[in-house]
């Protein structure tokens, strides 16, 4: 298990950039794949960003491509996202979630492959 804290969110015009942060406990970190999620009020939690332990392999969702990279710092226990271009659509709670399970890149959209959450940082853009 990892105890996961975001950091970073907070209130943007559109266009403008946010850097997230998750730091994670424990000594294991590096083996974990991290995910960010995003949840918009009245909507499901929807899958951002992923990148696997290394951080050699990244994955976006299409609404995202181009304009958000995801990051990670083995040695700080650290997984970053860069928002770039940010739109009034982005605005939504962001968590970071953390997985050990082999596979999870074949289904990285699906929150039941993350183990552990945190609690989430409140991103909100401007119009």
């Known amino acids: 298990q990892v105890q996961l804290v975001e950091s970073g969110g907070g209130l943007v015009q559109a266009g403008g950039s946010l850097r997230l942060s998750c730091a994670a406990s424990?000594?294991?970190?590096?083996?974990?794949?991290m995910g960010w999620f995003r949840q918009a009020p009245g909507k499901e939690r929807e899958f951002v960003a992923g990148i696997n332990w290394s951080g050699v392999s990244t994955y976006y969702a299409d609404s995202v491509k181009g304009r958000f990279t995801i990051s990670r710092d083995n040695a700080k226990n650290t997984v970053y996202l860069q928002m770039n271009s940010l739109k009034p659509e982005d605005t939504a709670v962001y968590y970071c979630?953390?997985?050990?399970?082999?596979?999870?890149?074949?289904?990285?959209?699906?929150?039941?492959?993350?183990?552990?959450w945190g609690q989430g940082t409140q991103v909100t853009v401007s119009s």
């Open positions: 979630a953390a997985t050990l399970r082999t596979n999870w890149y074949l289904s990285r959209s699906r929150t039941a492959m993350y183990d552990d």
């Open positions: 424990g000594r294991t970190f590096s083996s974990y794949a």
